[in-house]
């Protein structure tokens, strides 16, 4: 059976507050600042802990985020589904053409690549699934909307050959996309960097991982701004993401709480440069 959204409790907010604050303490050797946050983490904190809009977890649904950016921005930018249900079919039924991806659709990662026959172990990958949708992802980490979503599973075409194909992150504040964060190599030799909204590029990192030589802005970079500053002016803060698959842009996920709040900006200044441009209140409750 899958496992239903999670609904709030009088203390579930006094508890997750509690771990955050300990979680925190523990990624950086000291408690966040929750009444008067200043840096980027503090306030994805804060957000974990106070948004509570009905279009959040409609934007991290994979399935429905799919369905909400194919519907106002164009069926031209999501990658089609191959499968999307409760459950997986029965094998016989998951005649699915090589490669192609399975993921559960209230997960952050949890992607199992199926590119060659051999990677079409069922035995490994079935009970792994079943886990993922019999949990809240993100409970532990006081994330809100992914444990609003109703599990299900969702397969698509893998996109690329040996690795998917550069992943263009945008950093979106009160409806401007001020970064762009490139993740290359993710199957093989991760590698990141990041631009300014000049496409300058920026002494930071982000991530675990090697640093990306420079590289040109994708073709479509225009269009991903502006539908990402489309969707960011409803929400203080979001990360949307998105792939180049012959040079078009194709969407990938929007991202409300990176890192769950818990990104090593290295230098670690950059923190309190993030969250500088990070304004107060809250999401929208509609689009």
Known sequence: MTVPPRRGSPLRGVTDSLRIMRMYRRRFGHYPNL???RTFTEKIQVAKLTWRSPLLPQFVDKIAAKQFVAKHFGT????????????????????????????????????????????????????????????????????WAYGEIRPRVLVEPFLGTDDPPADFKLYTFGGRVAYFSVADGRLSQLRYAVYDRDWTRVAVKLAVGSVLPPSPPPAELDRMVAIAEEIGKR?????????????????????????????AFDPPEYDRVFGDLFPSGRPARQW
């Open 235 to 263: 929400l203080p803060f979001c990360r949307v993401d998105f792939y180049e698959v012959d040079d078009r842009a194709r969407f990938g996920e929007i991202t409300l709480y990176p890192s769950s709040g818990f990104t």
């Open 35 to 37: 009444l008067f946050p």
């Open 76 to 143: 031209d930018l999501v990658t089609p589904n191959l499968y999307v249900g409760d459950r997986l079919p029965p094998r016989a039924a998951r005649d699915w053409p090589l490669p192609f991806v399975v993921k559960p659709s209230h997960w952050s990662g949890g992607n199992f690549f199926v590119r060659t026959d051999e990677d079409r172990d069922w035995d490994r990958i079935e009970p792994e699934l079943d886990g993922m949708l019999a949990r809240h992802y993100g409970l532990g980490m006081g994330e």
